[in-house]
């Protein structure tokens, strides 16, 4: 019996292996596709030598797109499982928290009153103030009224609504111009993703992860109920909140550059956990996996379906999550949370 | 002419009174009842254009973000404010009794009609910042508060310098290739807007002249492999007429020039990255943009062309202004020294 | 041996356990009884330091339990709750592996996993093992929750309401692997029962609660007579004896005018 436990866990460790190599392989593969006319094979060289405008072109442009967006989904995607482990809730996502709506809000703020689309930082910032902001707020009305998952949801909805609205107005106000810029804001973009973006945002998205992991243990421990948990030893509380604030810090990071990027958040965690099951000790690595792979894969896509538009980011997780999400929903039959 | 056709919604017997018929943004044949001596502007175009036709006076009422504009249209800040360009308050309107109400084509919606045709105001649209209809509308504002002879004139200083341009770029054979970069970066101006229009009437190919999306996001990659030969931004927060110097212009431009391998581009090579303010891309100075734009696309066509002669003429003659404020980048700009 | 002193808890304005005093050894099992809302519940949850009372205290082995880290309390005392949230989707190896958590450090180990297997063998539960814990009957499942409390290698258990929701078979297999644990592993033993008889039967003590006070506390030959069920659950019942402990047999709720008359004395 132990043996077929830890069979089974050896199977998961496997399937993390190979949703790695996935990754990889689409992230090679997005390397050799792009607008140029380089070929794959120099696209391929350009990372071993230097072969001219081939090796600029892969090493500038599109290997940092490549990071940022398996930067994206590492931190969507954890975020999101953590969400949904802390609460108990199969909705929780980065953004049902209203940590999304708050980020829209502090780029709406930075661009209508300090000319965000002026100054380079102003507007990550400002997304980046408003989400910690938010999940402050969400953690201290917890503090007070007691951190059950139920009064972080609510407390996170009502946060949406008032950020959304907030945005909304603000747009009003706004000069064509600057509403333009909040819209394209709110698609997404990775087209400005340099190195510099990826080092800050990788410090915010991959720093926390060893801290996370550190609790998937007690993640388990948590579904089943807060007074399970506490029974066997779990400071609920504390965990709850420190994750929270760990995981909005990843969502931070990992929206404040690129816009918003939806869905990934939610659908990460469901698609890891109908393959890997509810043992957060591969949950949580495979969500991080499996949303680099959907958003490397949407950006990619997003590049190439309509050339030579490209269709933002944000769009092409919500087209293309949504079918692929209700498809994997009807054909599995096992309840899987 | 005494054409007695009844002004929509107002329910009118007398038969006293002139009125003219013209042709409106929309292209539907709209009468008005002449004469017109009060209105209000809803936008900042729309006042330029009447205060180049010598209507201040006739100016009872104001969009609220006039404000915005206090340096270019000090002597109407005293006028009441009625609410915004997108959504004016169509009591506050009322209040003035004006006989016309001006507003853009589609901003705001056709409620602000229903709303006001029980006080029997009309409300004209015209949008005064598309090139290709512009001279048209002139006219027609003209004809409709009197000024025939003035916009003549204005009409008439239009064609002259559109023709002066056009003339020469007629003869060209191969047009050098432009991108249009509007007022978000990595966003391409397309058909459907303003910058693309300028840079066709420039006699420049826009790279982006087969989109289907007026302001597309686009690679780094993509423009690379296009190799412009020019390329245009526009920047909406430069304050054009407020500015002193052209540092900040330049900013934005050094930005450009500095994007990762974008040095890979003709046009970065050889510094042919030009940075528009937004007064001078879209609206009733427009014109003064295309005129920068042949310049810099046919620097020895146009080597006699002098865009700053060009705008200070336009602004001493139809707006009762000296020259002031920096426009663009480099070195054709700058304050009269 | 768990010691609780004097114990007052208020909910508010509210007094719902006054001046407890109540000791429970190692290997005894001690049932408590008494009506809904009784605050049955609320003893428990104070023995898992869930609840801070507002005076008096409780030690277990002479240690403070409200100065204990969880993790030291959790190596104490094993929990079985009545249920769990509806949903929950891990095995039933997963499940029992919860009850090592005291014991772990980062992530599970080998002597962790060897753990679970026998309590799971020690329980007849292996060939659920692997077995999503949703898809079992609830008898299974309580018993899961048990093996799980067993694993933390306690030296007190303590059950909240062990056997409703179960069938009269796996009432009384829960009650004999207690028994057992009590007797072989020398465990101490605190359950909140509804069942009059199952606690008679199983009980090395009884202890009944009625306002928040504790009406009686001893064995159940001696402690349940008609007239303690009475006062406590407000029914006349007749008991008889059978195998060597009382047997309840509920006959009315006590006729309204004899309450009056009592309350009015």
């Known amino acids: 019996m132990k043996n077929q436990y830890r069979a089974l866990k050896c199977r998961s460790r496997v399937l993390l292996i190979f949703f790695f190599l996935l990754l990889t392989v689409i992230g090679v593969l997005s390397l050799c596709i792009g607008a140029s006319s380089i070929s794959v094979m120099d696209s391929i060289l350009a990372l071993i030598k230097d072969n001219g405008m081939a090796r600029a072109i892969v090493l500038n442009l599109r290997l940092p797109r490549v990071f940022m967006a398996g930067l994206i989904g590492i931190g969507l995607g954890t975020a999101g499982a953590v969400f949904q482990a802390v609460l108990r809730n199969p909705l929780a996502s980065p953004f049902t928290l209203g940590i999304g709506s708050s980020a829209g809000f502090g780029a709406v703020v930075t661009i209508i009153f300090f000319n965000g689309l002026v100054n380079e930082y102003a507007i990550v910032t400002g997304a980046f103030v408003f989400t910690l902001l938010s999940s402050f707020v969400v953690l201290g009305v917890s503090r007070y009224k007691g951190t059950t998952a139920e009064t972080m949801i609510l407390t996170g909805i009502a946060l949406m609504f008032l950020f959304s609205s907030l945005s909304s107005f603000l747009q009003y106000l706004g000069t064509k111009e600057e509403v333009h810029g909040i819209v394209f804001w709110f698609f997404g973009s990775l087209s400005k993703a340099g190195y510099k973006e990826i080092i800050l945002s990788g410090t915010m998205i991959l720093v926390p992860i060893p801290f996370i992991l550190r609790f998937a243990f007690d993640f388990n421990l948590m579904t089943a109920g807060d007074e399970s948990a506490g029974a066997l030893g779990v400071n609920v509380p504390v965990i709850r909140m420190l994750s929270i604030a760990l995981a909005s810090l990843m969502t931070a990071g990992a929206i404040c550059f690129t816009g918003v990027i939806g869905f990934i958040g939610l659908v990460a965690p469901h698609i890891a956990r109908m393959i890997f099951g509810s043992d957060h000790l591969f949950l949580i690595p495979a969500s991080a996996l499996i949303g680099a792979v959907l958003v490397l894969a949407a950006d990619t896509l997003g590049r190439t379906l309509w050339l030579p538009h490209i269709i933002p980011i944000g769009i092409v997780t919500s087209f293309i999550g949504v079918p692929f999400f209700l498809f994997l929903l009807i054909r599995k039959t096992k309840e899987y949370w | 002419m005494l054409l007695t056709i009844p002004s929509r919604g107002a329910a009118w017997a007398g038969n006293d009174k002139n009125s003219i018929v013209f042709e409106d943004a929309f292209g539907r044949p709209i009468s008005v009842d002449l004469p017109v001596q009060r209105i209000v502007v809803l936008n900042s175009d729309t006042l330029e254009v009447l205060r180049a036709l010598g209507a201040q006076s006739r100016v009872k009422g104001v969009y609220s973000e006039i404000d915005r504009d206090e340096a270019f249209f000090k002597e109407f800040l005293d006028r009441p404010r009625v609410g915004s360009w997108r959504n004016a308050n169509a009591e506050l309107i009322a209040d003035l009794t004006p006989d016309i109400v001006i507003a853009y084509e589609k901003n705001p919606g056709t409620e602000l009609e229903k709303q006001l045709s029980s006080f029997g105001i009309q409300v004209i649209r015209l949008n005064f910042y598309k090139l290709g209809t512009i001279v048209k509308e002139v006219e027609t504002l003209g004809r409709i508060i009197g000024r025939e002879h003035q916009a003549h004139r204005l009409a008439a200083w239009y064609c002259k310098k559109l023709e002066a341009v056009q003339n020469r770029v007629g003869l060209v054979k191969k047009r050098p290739r432009v991108y249009v970069e509007s007022y978000s970066d990595f966003h391409t101006a397309a058909p459907g807007s303003g910058g693309h229009d300028m840079c066709v009437y420039a006699g420049g190919k826009n790279l982006a002249d087969k989109f289907k999306v007026p302001y597309s996001e686009v690679t780094s990659e993509w423009v690379i492999e296009e190799q412009p030969d020019v390329i245009f931004k526009t920047f909406a927060w430069s304050k054009g007429f407020k500015n002193k110097d052209n540092a900040f212009l330049n900013a934005v431009r050094e930005k450009i020039l500095t994007r990762p391998s974008w040095n890979l581009i003709q046009a970065v090579r050889k510094g042919r990255v030009h940075v528009f303010d937004s007064s001078i891309w879209t609206g009733p100075r427009a014109i003064i943009g295309v005129v920068y734009m042949a310049k810099w696309i046919y620097p020895d066509l146009f080597f006699d062309l002098d865009p700053k002669q060009i705008h200070k003429e336009y602004l001493e003659s139809f707006q009762g202004l000296p020259y002031q404020g920096v426009y663009v980048s480099g070195d054709f700009s700058g304050g009269i020294q | ?265």
Do not use: W
């Open chain 3, 1 to 265: 041996m768990i010691q609780m002193k004097n114990l007052d808890v208020h909910y508010g304005k509210t007094r719902v356990l006054k001046g407890i005093d109540l000791r429970v050894n190692k290997g005894e099992i001690v049932s408590v009884l008494g009506p809904n809302g009784v605050g049955k519940t609320t003893l428990l949850k104070c023995l898992l330091g869930m609840i801070k009372p507002g005076s008096g205290f409780i030690k277990m082995d002479d240690l403070d339990i409200l100065k204990m880290s969880l993790t030291q309390r959790a190596r104490f005392i094993g929990y079985v709750p009545q249920a769990l949230p509806s949903r929950f989707p891990m095995t039933v190896f997963d499940a029992v592996l919860m009850g090592r958590k005291p014991y772990v450090r980062f992530v599970p180990s080998g002597e962790d996993l060897e753990i679970v297997s026998q309590v799971l063998l020690s329980m007849n539960l292996s060939h659920l093992a692997l077995k999503e814990f949703d898809r079992i009957s609830g008898g299974q499942k309580q018993k899961v929750l048990l093996a799980r409390a067993i694993a933390q290698e306690p030296c007190y258990l303590i059950l909240d309401e062990p056997s409703s929701n179960l069938d009269v078979k796996h009432q009384l297999e829960v009650m004999d692997m207690l028994k057992t644990l009590a007797a072989k592993k020398n465990i101490g033993i605190i359950m909140a029962m509804h069942s009059l008889n199952l606690a008679a039967r199983f009980s090395d003590r009884i202890v009944m609660l009625k306002s928040g006070h504790m009406v009686c506390n001893g064995p159940p030959a001696e402690v349940m007579t008609c007239r303690t069920i009475e006062m406590v659950y407000g029914i006349l019942v007749t008991i008889n004896r059978a195998n060597g402990y009382p047997y309840t047999i509920p006959l009315s709720p006590v006729p309204v005018n004899k309450i009056n008359s009592e309350l009015l004395n």
